[in-house]
Nanobody
Framework: QVQLVESGGGLVQAGGSLRLSCAAS????????MGWFRQAPGKEREFVAA????????YHAESVKGRFTISRDNAKSTVYLQMNSLKPEETAVYYC????????????????WGQGTQVTVSS
């Protein structure tokens, strides 16, 4: 059973930074992609970033390129999302997810989810 536990959310002012962590357990994740998604109230869940666990290939949504960075620590089985220059419109619940197979940005195709962590960006 895959377990994903997010942490690191909180309240930050516009222009500030946060680093989210996702501790993964229950599997050997070498064949997995790990991703971050977010969902604001009343909006659909959207892709933020993904990383291929084994080789470290990364993918970022256009809206966050240059500001957010996904990374992983194999020894700690943890995936991170470094978020810089945060904007108020990026206030959302951020979710960690995992999927087997190829890279996909559609959240409906991802297999496992964490409980989410709230990120609030004040103006």
């Amino acid at each position: 059973q895959v377990q994903l536990v997010e942490s690191g959310g909180g309240l930050v002012q516009a222009g500030g930074s946060l680093r989210l962590s996702c501790a993964a357990s229950g599997r050997t994740f070498s064949n997995y992609y790990m991703g971050w998604f977010r969902q604001a109230p009343g909006k659909e869940r959207e892709f933020v970033a993904a990383i291929r666990w084994l080789v470290g290939n990364t993918y970022h949504a256009e809206s966050v390129k240059g500001r957010f960075t996904i990374s992983r620590d194999n020894a700690k089985s943890t995936v991170y999302l470094q978020m810089n220059s945060l904007k108020p419109e990026e206030t959302a619940v951020y979710y960690c997810a995992a999927r087997i197979g190829s890279y996909q940005s559609n959240y409906r195709t991802w297999d496992y989810w964490g409980q989410g962590t709230q990120v609030t960006v004040s103006s």
